[in-house]
């Protein structure tokens, strides 16, 4: 027996003229599109009838082992009356049948990762009916082949190639080139033959009882929520704790019932540039999928105004009612049946990182919004894409562009050429930057297309799978670019005469189109007016600072320029690396005694000052907090013979000598080794060498009027006493050097420690009391609170996201509920130490908007991060002011 749902589950809503139960505030209830047609509905826009069965009876369905809860089609028939009573037509009906179109719907849009069926209610008798009452015998039987192809493919697992095999039988019988020449006795016939195919492959006959119709329709939309591609889709989006989908029931109304029908899709504002334009497509006589699905190229939807001037006019009053209304950009989906508008969805446009900021900007001059709104309506990941770099325009000059498509998301891809989302896949694990090139893409390909560099089409418009889905990413697509022909099989493309293989690269240009040969040049692009506007507003509700990391004057002065307001982390090991410091380094750690190994950190001494002088230079009086050496000492040795042999030749040495030290620095666990704070207790000559050269650089800058603000952080504390013991010893190294320089004014040179251990988070009372200021290390701190290794992670997380154990990557997006436990804590006690001790973040996640959020509640002083995420940071920093009350 299926489980009942509560009395109190109410489990349909309707919409119509009769009543409308739901509104659009209901998304989670009713999805997005439930919502939105209640809501368009009340406020009078022509939306043809229907009903959502909420997003409960989905999550009961599967409580309830995938059975639809008892009441439920009860429910529906009350609804299928009203409908009938309110548009005078009947289910199943011979003279004038009512016609449904079943549609999935979650509280976030997951642009057709879902299942949908058209036409629902045909049976041998309504299709009669239908021809009647529409006059129109061949649209009747279009219309119920249609259905038992979606209704076979859909609900009953039917392939679609099974009725394309028979369709194209048809078409050779009547000798007809496309579809639409088919003429009736053919589309008769063709109906016959798919129930036929219906039958031998799904064992039992297409079911003729309309309300059987919608039951097992409404079972495969709830199935189609736990699909495979729908449940990647969530994953690549993050989209986690929805109850599932909700299913739209709506009466249909029809675009190909001739000339004077059509379809089209289109967006309030421009949803690559954001220009206030209005922006879209439109197929004469074609159903709504067909624009979607890139089949057939549309027509821009000002063409409208030609075709019907009349509807058109009532599209753009409804575009301006629905902006003025949601007060957001709508991408709307429409219908003309015989002349007559009908509203299908409307729902928040997805735009580009670039529109995103240029709508919220023009819609605060047009008092649409306020700045605070403006701020907590760009999603701050996505300002990457101003960031990243496009096209040079040195590189465009010289490029040679093969054939143009439509700028269908902007950004600059390069790639090797890949046919299909596996391929896409497999190469880019295996490092290769690719482009994915197809005739059209489609939900299945969502991981390859995630994965690829750029996406390439070579049919399809501007609201194409491909165009929506890439630009809701920011990834580039050029879509629609009719000249090149595509031979998967052959992993190989022609464009006028030319053929390029899986082998070649070619550069796309998602802003203009441009399908070019080769690598194309590519740099930063110029930072637009707006784009200011909008970080001058983050400036204006931030509480928290931003900070960068960064280890090389270059990287400084950038992230100065994206408004970092010091450096949180700047990890000296890299400084090691370069040109011949290596050499010192190597000296320093073969050394065998401590005479030997001073006289080694001499050599690095003065090269280590003028890194440091370099980055106060840049940073010009902003704070610069420098971490001591961390990792372990065996990172900077080679481990294989040759590079051993060479290093020993080098160096004057013996190979053996070489090779002893590599064996002797080796550690079973290097992560939980001899690295951090523990490398200064066993060697504390480097932690000498490197306070001495801050504060030597301190010292220099000040002399130059320069003001250094250095700050020294000891790293992987895990108890007090490390610190008490490192920092006085820092702090002695300081006191000596400026006695040594004879420095006489005012340096003031912060100590404290990196909170990366659970250990030192436990017992931050009395690591405090140590410390002028704490910087969580979250990297560290997720590995050692999780026990997963950063750096092997990738072995089975693919596994746990699948298994829903994990709801992200812990490194990239903080465990709020465990590692942040030990952050919240950490700064509580670390702050019963020292009242005000400042308390930041440096860890990748300093760098996330969701973890962003949850630093501002647990009271951080600032965020550190690299410095293209500083901007993100900046606006991610305002946005949890601003919805934690500011
Ligand atoms: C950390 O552990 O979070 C950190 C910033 O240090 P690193 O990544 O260098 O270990
Ligand atoms: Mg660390």
């Known amino acids: 027996m299926a489980k009942k749902a509560s009395s109190s589950t109410k489990m349909t809503y309707y919409f119509g003229k009769t009543k409308t139960e739901g509104n659009g505030k209901k998304k989670e209830l009713l999805g997005g599109k439930g919502a939105n047609l209640a809501e368009m509905t009340s406020i009078g826009l022509p939306v043809p009838p229907g009903f959502t069965i909420t997003t409960e009876v989905c999550d009961l369905y599967y409580k309830n082992k995938k059975k639809l809860p008892a009441g439920l089609i009860e429910g529906v028939g009350k609804n299928i009356k009203l409908l009938e009573k309110e548009l005078g037509k009947k289910f199943g009906d011979t003279k004038a049948p009512l016609l449904l179109s079943v549609r999935s719907g979650a509280a976030v849009s997951m642009p057709g990762m879902m299942n949908t069926i058209l036409n629902l209610g045909l049976n041998d008798q309504a299709v009669v009916g239908l021809a009647n009452e529409t006059g129109n015998e061949r649209f009747a039987y279009d219309a119920y082949r249609r259905l038992i192809n979606m209704y076979g493919d859909v609900v009953c697992g039917v392939a679609h190639e099974l009725f394309e095999h028979a369709f194209d039988k048809i078409k050779k019988k009547y000798r007809a080139k496309e579809d639409n020449d088919v003429p009736t006795e053919g589309m008769v016939e063709l109906c016959e033959a798919y129930k036929r195919v219906f039958k031998r492959h799904y064992g039992k006959p297409f079911p003729q009882e309309p309300i059987k119709q919608l039951e097992l329709a409404i079972e495969a939309v709830f199935s189609s929520w736990m699909q495979n591609r729908a449940v990647k889709y969530r994953q690549v989006e993050n989209i986690v704790g929805l109850l599932g989908t909700a299913v739209n029931v709506q009466a249909m109304v029809f675009g190909n019932m001739g000339d004077d029908s059509g379809t089209g899709v289109a967006f309030t504002r421009d949803p690559s540039t954001g220009k206030n334009k209005f922006y879209g497509e439109f197929l004469i006589n074609a159903q709504g999928e067909d624009v979607v699905a890139g089949i057939r190229t549309p027509q821009p939807v000002e063409k409208m105004a030609k075709w019907n001037k009349k509807v058109y006019d009532q599209l753009l009053k409804i575009k301006d009612k629905l902006e003025k209304h949601y007060r957001d950009v709508q991408d709307i989906e429409f219908t003309i049946e015989k002349g007559k508008l009908f509203m299908l969805q409307t729902r928040s446009g997805k735009r580009t990182g670039a529109a995103a900021v240029k709508i919220a900007c023009d819609m605060v001059k047009e008092k649409l919004i306020t700045d605070k709104e403006a701020v907590l309506r760009i999603p701050a990941s996505d300002l990457t894409q101003l960031l990243l770099p496009s096209f040079s325009p040195a590189g465009k000059k010289s490029a040679k562009v093969l054939t143009r498509g439509l700028p269908a998301s902007p950004g600059a891809a390069f790639g090797k050429l890949a046919f299909t989302a596996a391929e896409v896949v497999e190469r880019t694990h295996a490092g290769e930057k690719v482009l994915l090139v197809r005739k059209e893409t489609n939900p299945e390909d969502i991981e390859g297309m995630h994965s690829?560099?750029?996406?390439?089409?070579?049919?399809?418009?501007?609201?194409?799978?491909?165009?929506?889905?890439?630009?809701?990413?920011?990834?580039?697509?050029?879509?629609?670019?009719?000249?090149?022909?595509?031979?998967?099989?052959?992993?190989?493309?022609?464009?006028?005469?030319?053929?390029?293989?899986?082998?070649?690269?070619?550069?796309?240009?998602?802003?203009?189109?441009?399908?070019?040969?080769?690598?194309?040049?590519?740099?930063?692009?110029?930072?637009?007016?707006?784009?200011?506007?909008?970080?001058?507003?983050?400036?204006?509700?931030?509480?928290?600072?931003?900070?960068?990391?960064?280890?090389?004057?270059?990287?400084?002065?950038?992230?100065?320029?994206?408004?970092?307001?010091?450096?949180?982390?700047?990890?000296?090991?890299?400084?090691?690396?370069?040109?011949?410091?290596?050499?010192?380094?190597?000296?320093?750690?073969?050394?065998?005694?401590?005479?030997?190994?001073?006289?080694?950190?001499?050599?690095?001494?003065?090269?280590?000052?003028?890194?440091?002088?370099?980055?106060?230079?840049?940073?010009?009086?902003?704070?610069?907090?420098?971490?001591?050496?961390?990792?372990?000492?065996?990172?900077?040795?080679?481990?294989?013979?040759?590079?051993?042999?060479?290093?020993a030749s080098r160096m004057g040495v013996k190979r053996a000598t070489v090779k002893n030290r590599v064996a002797a620095l080796h550690e079973m666990n290097p992560m939980l080794g001899h690295r951090g704070c523990r490398l200064a207790v066993t060697y504390p000559e480097i932690l000498d060498m490197q306070v001495q050269a801050i504060t030597e650089a301190a010292i220099t800058c000040k002399q130059k009027k320069i003001d250094a603000q250095a700050e020294i952080m000891i790293p992987l504390v895990g108890t007090a006493r490390e610190l008490e013991l490192l920092g006085n010893r820092v702090r002695e190294v300081i006191a000596r050097t400026k006695l040594d320089k004879k420095f006489k004014g005012k340096l003031e040179i912060l100590v404290g420690t990196m909170i990366e251990i659970p250990r030192a988070a436990l017992t931050a009372d009395q690591v405090g009391q140590h410390a002028d200021f704490f910087s969580f290390g979250t990297n560290d701190l997720t590995q050692m609170t999780f026990g997963y290794s950063r750096d092997d992670i990738n072995t089975f997380l693919p596994d746990y996201l699948n298994e829903e154990i994990l709801p992200r990557d812990p490194f990239e997006s903080l465990d709020t509920t465990g590692v942040g436990q030990l952050v919240t804590m950490g700064v509580e006690k670390g702050r019963l130490a020292k009242k005000d001790l400042k308390c930041g973040i440096c860890g990748e996640h300093g760098g996330d908007p969701d973890s962003i959020q949850f630093c501002h509640q647990a009271g951080l002083d600032y965020v550190s991060c690299s410095p293209y995420r500083v901007p993100i940071a900046r606006l991610a920093a305002a946005q949890a002011a601003l919805s934690n009350g500011a």
């Open 452 to 647: 690829a560099a750029g996406i390439l089409t070579s049919t399809g418009g501007m609201t194409s799978h491909a165009a929506v889905v890439a630009r809701g990413w920011g990834r580039c697509c050029v879509a629609g670019a009719g000249e090149i022909h595509i031979d998967a099989k052959g992993r190989k493309i022609k464009i006028g005469g030319k053929t390029f293989t899986h082998k070649d690269v070619l550069s796309i240009d998602g802003s203009t189109g441009e399908v070019m040969v080769g690598e194309v040049a590519t740099h930063i692009p110029k930072l637009s007016d707006d784009f200011s506007t909008v970080m001058s507003w983050t400036d204006k509700y931030g509480k928290m600072g931003v900070r960068t990391n960064a280890d090389t004057p270059e990287d400084a002065k950038r992230a100065r320029e994206f408004g970092a307001q010091g450096i949180g982390l700047c990890r000296t090991e890299h400084m090691f690396f370069e040109g011949d410091r290596i050499m010192a380094m190597r000296e320093m750690i073969l050394a065998e005694n401590k005479t030997d190994r001073k006289l080694a950190l001499k050599k690095l001494l003065p090269v280590q000052r003028k890194d440091f002088i370099g980055i106060f230079t840049a940073m010009k009086g902003l704070p610069v907090t420098i971490r001591l050496l961390d990792p372990p000492l065996h990172e900077f040795l080679p481990h294989d013979d040759k590079s051993q042999a060479e290093m």
